[in-house]
């Protein structure tokens, strides 16, 4: 046996200071009777209170200090060590997709999980712990093994909903890491069955459990608001529950009520709206539907019309339509062309150089395409075959929305290992293909010409072309369309001194020199950034919504899918069996019983 | 000692004996013996050396022989009134020596008014010679006012009591002393023919005591003390020993040929003496 609050030992001074009590004596008061032969010996144990009686051992005394000694005991908590009764580990997953926001279960089906796992908390055992893991974009440690109930709440207290969908491979991966050396431990996902399915079952070192929460599927959204060159707003609504739905669709400019459109929606069905109403001057419009419904981060969406600063950039180039295309898709883009060798000096914000270095050092923000080998920034080699075509990382946001299955590069310059301050984020078999600096001056290098690839002939080089623009540009986040929760990086005005974010429910934050990327983006709606230069501040917007339709099918999905790790075989781990509740309740037990013990003698 | 009104009512109560008595002197008890008086008693047959004069000619002429008449011989009784003067009588509230004093004023003065030879006296301390005639009752109220409580008396003291006569011996005590029993104290008057009454007088405290909690009772007569807690429980265990102690009392004064009766220190004489009518040992005059 040990103990694991030995100090608590002090509690045994209640030992002899009961034994002291039954030293003092009471003082009685005389009363003068004309016989004792009535009166039977009876001395009840009460109050003392003057010095001093001979010891009368009794079975109060004996009671009480067994109680007393028991007590103490249970303060210093014992532990036993032994096989039986380990102690085990409980990872509890929380899901933290968006559509754990449907109130379909009150108050929300991630309230409802919190108090599930507080529950869990509150179930365990003396000797139990407990982890607890919030499943977002990443998976995210919100309590280490713990038996302390009250830390799993405050770390409870800190749980919060994101705007993607969780990551439920990277949970287990982490749940695994809590649980190695742990036999007899367990796993619990409390989620709606919509967090993001691993690529293969992941094998999970403990007893799982799926602990459902949500009930009904019944949600209609706005997938798509956008605005066409010609002005017209298109909308696609979706209807994802079953039944049909009478909707409307109240579109508000700057804030003002200036359209109401109906419209019918079949079970499981969308419908295309376009609306050429739009009010001269609109600088933000905004669809909402109604009647509300269980997901409400879905049932807005915004548009930002405001015409986002020009953007002066310098395309230098021999001929590339794939690219000149791609440019040209990008509104706010003053490009400027010239041949190699005939570009006229000036200051732009974005230099492109296809095919050509200039001499001499670059003057701000460039892309490389296909640059000569031997100089600039990223020396490369000869051309060669550089195999298949790889992401460096697939949750780079630049390569957000690109899919690269079906790109091929017939050859590239060979570059065997990036530069130091650069990365890569398309690779292949044998070198890189795009590299980007992430210090300032930002740059970005494509070893390989575009004509040599099919990538300008995939969805995915536009998608690219404007992700690049968006990292390369200063203020490249304006207008653009996020995912709640995502970090924004606001690339500001080269002389920008602070820049101050408005969010949707008006709070605002204040960014300094080098601007880190901008996190707190958990509300849909429209964020308002100021740039302070040194001329006068500029405003500009952003806009954060839910862009996933799988988030917004809510009807609760099925346990995902896992492999179970076998039991381990041999002897079960030895731990500390804590004795204190049973050492407590037979104090209490004594104590009820000296209580009967003295009223019986009363 | 008493009032106008107490005496009243006391003459009309007379003292209940037992058995007829014998004195020294006429007076208004029965007694065992034959002699002249107003109340006939019966007939017997003429003995040579009786005395011709109580002959009754009539029952002669009816049945040709010689009967003579026979009468109730009145004597006077003897009533002896033993005090507990011990240390535990001088308690309660109000106080049992006072009642007790009053009781025994209340007896002697019926037992003078009837002619009865009266004796007083302590238990185990000094008595007043015998008086007679309604002359006495104020020498035995002086002697009565006379007397203290103190020291200790018991039961065995009975036997110790070499004044009294043959007659009727009124003990009034709280009969409380620890040691002794009171059966062969009552036996040893029996022994001396003497018709024994234990009448004992006690306070409403003592019946029902008004104390609880942690307390040191101390023995008045001997000193000694106890330790106790008192509690409800321990109240009901006193009530219960003092109902079986009074039963105690109540057989030996039935073994000798006695009475017991009690009564209480809060009462007034007209209800003690209830209790003196109900237990027989008083009757109406």
Redesign the interface.
């Known amino acids: 046996m040990n103990f694991l609050v030995p100090v608590a030992a002090l509690a045994l001074v209640s030992l002899p200071a009961i034994v002291l009590l039954y030293f003092l004596k ?1 003082r ?17 144990d ?1 109050q003392a209170n003057a010095p001093w009686q001979r010891l009368r051992p009794g079975l109060l005394l004996l009671l009480q200090l067994l109680a007393a000694l028991l007590l103490a005991l249970g303060l210093m908590r014992p532990g036993l060590i032994g096989a039986a009764g380990i102690a085990s580990t409980t990872v509890v997953m929380i899901d933290a997709s968006p559509s754990m926001e449907a109130t379909d279960v009150k108050p929300s089906r991630f309230l409802a999980a919190v108090d599930r796992a507080r529950s869990i908390a509150g179930q365990m055992k003396p000797g139990q712990e407990m982890a607890v893991i919030l499943l977002g974009e990443h998976a995210q440690l919100l309590s280490p093994p713990t038996g302390d109930s009250q830390s799993l709440h405050a770390a409870l207290d800190r749980a919060r909903p994101g705007g993607t969908a969780g990551d439920f491979a990277e949970g287990v991966s982490l749940a695994n890491s809590i649980l190695a050396g742990k036999p007899g431990g367990s796993v619990q996902l409390i989620s709606d069955g919509h967090s993001k399915p691993p690529s293969s079952p992941p094998r999970i070192a403990g007893e799982f459990t799926y602990l459902p929460v949500g009930a009904s599927g019944e949600n209609a959204g706005i997938e798509t608001l956008s605005r066409s060159p010609s002005g017209s707003v298109f909308m696609r609504l979706a209807n994802y529950g079953r039944g049909a739905r009478e909707l409307k669709v109240e579109m508000f400019a700057d804030g003002h009520l200036v359209d109401v459109l109906p419209t019918r929606l079949e079970g499981n069905s969308t419908a295309d709206l376009n609306w050429a109403r739009l009010p001269a001057k609109t600088q933000l419009l905004e669809a909402r539907l109604t009647p509300g419904d269980a997901l409400a981060i879905d049932d807005s969406a915004w548009l930002v019309i405001a015409e986002p600063p020009k953007h002066s950039v310098l395309l230098v180039t021999s001929e590339n339509g794939f690219l000149q295309r791609a440019l040209a898709l990008r509104t706010g883009l003053d490009v400027t062309t010239a041949k190699p060798g005939q570009e006229k000096a000036g200051r732009y914000d974005l230099y492109i150089y296809d095919g050509y270095l200039p001499p001499g050092k670059l003057a701000g923000p460039a892309l490389l395409i296909n640059p000569p080998s031997g100089g600039g920034p990223v020396p490369v080699g000869n051309q060669l075959d550089p195999g298949g075509v790889l992401p460096g990382n697939v949750r780079d946001p630049l390569l957000r929305d690109v899919s690269l299955k079906d790109v091929h590069v017939q050859s590239a310059s060979a570059l065997k290992e990036p530069p130091p301050g650069w990365r890569t984020v398309i690779g292949a078999a044998a070198d890189p293909l795009l590299l980007v600096h992430d210090d300032e001056p930002k740059g970005a290098v494509m070893t390989f010409d575009l004509h040599h690839s099919d990538l300008p002939l995939r969805a995915a080089f536009p998608i690219l072309t404007q992700n690049l623009l968006s990292y390369l540009l200063p203020g490249g986040f304006e207008n653009q369309v996020f995912n709640p929760g995502q970090a924004v990086a606001l690339a500001a005005e080269p002389d920008a001194r602070v820049l101050e974010v408005t969010r949707p429910d008006g709070g605002k934050s204040r960014l300094t020199p080098p601007f880190p990327p901008f996190r707190d983006t958990l509300l849909t709606g429209v964020y308002t950034v100021r740039q302070e230069l040194p001329g006068g501040s500029r405003l500009s917007h952003f806009v954060v919504q839910l862009q996933d339709p799988l988030m917004a099918r809510i009807a609760p999905g099925a346990a995902p899918a896992i492999q179970q790790a076998p039991k381990p075989a041999g002897l079960l781990p030895r731990g500390t069996i804590e004795i204190w509740p049973w050492l407590v309740g037979i104090a209490l037990a004594l104590l009820a019983a000296e209580w009967v013990v003295y009223l019986r ?2 | 000692m008493l009032t106008t009104a107490e005496l009243n009512l006391l003459g009309r109560l007379d003292l209940a004996y037992g058995r007829p008595q014998s004195g020294l002197y006429a007076g208004e008890r029965r007694s065992p013996r034959a002699a002249r008086s107003p109340e006939f008693s019966d007939f017997r047959p003429y003995v040579s050396g009786d005395d011709f004069r109580q002959i009754d000619w009539s029952a002669f002429a009816r049945f040709e022989k010689l009967m003579l008449r026979l009468y109730v011989a009145e004597e006077e009784a003897c009533l002896n009134v033993v005090l507990d003067c011990s240390g ?1 009588m001088g ?2 509230e109000p106080p049992k020596w006072t009642a007790a004093r009053r009781l025994a004023a209340g007896l002697s003065f019926m037992g003078l008014s009837a002619m009865d030879r009266v004796q007083v006296g302590g238990l185990g301390g000094r008595h007043l010679p015998p008086v007679r005639g309604r002359d006495g009752v104020s020498r035995v109220w002086r002697f009565l006012e006379s007397l203290e409580v103190g020291g200790e008396a018991g039961p065995q003291d009975l036997i110790q009591l070499r004044w009294l006569r043959p007659g009727l011996t009124v003990v009034i005590s ?1 009969c ?3 040691q002794g029993s009171w059966g062969p104290g009552l036996a040893s008057l029996r022994a001396r023919r003497q018709e024994p009454v234990l009448w004992q007088v006690l306070a409403p405290d ?1 019946e029902e ?1 008004p ?1 609880s909690g ?8 001997s000193g ?6 008192i ?4 109240l009901g ?2 009530r219960r ?2 109902a079986e ?1 009074r039963e105690t009392l109540a057989r030996a004064a039935r073994g000798a040929a006695g009475r017991f009766l009690h009564s209480n220190s809060a009462e007034d004489l007209e209800t003690t003496m209830l209790a003196g009518l109900r237990a027989g040992a008083i009757r109406r005059g």
């Open positions: 009471v009685r008061p005389e009363v003068r009777v004309a016989t004792l032969m009535f009166w039977r010996p009876h001395v009840a009460r003698g009363r | 535990s308690l309660g709280d409380l002393a620890d003592e005591p104390i942690d307390l040191k009772l101390v023995d008045v007569e000694r003390a106890r330790e106790l807690t509690t409800p429980r321990l265990e006193y020993a003092l102690h």
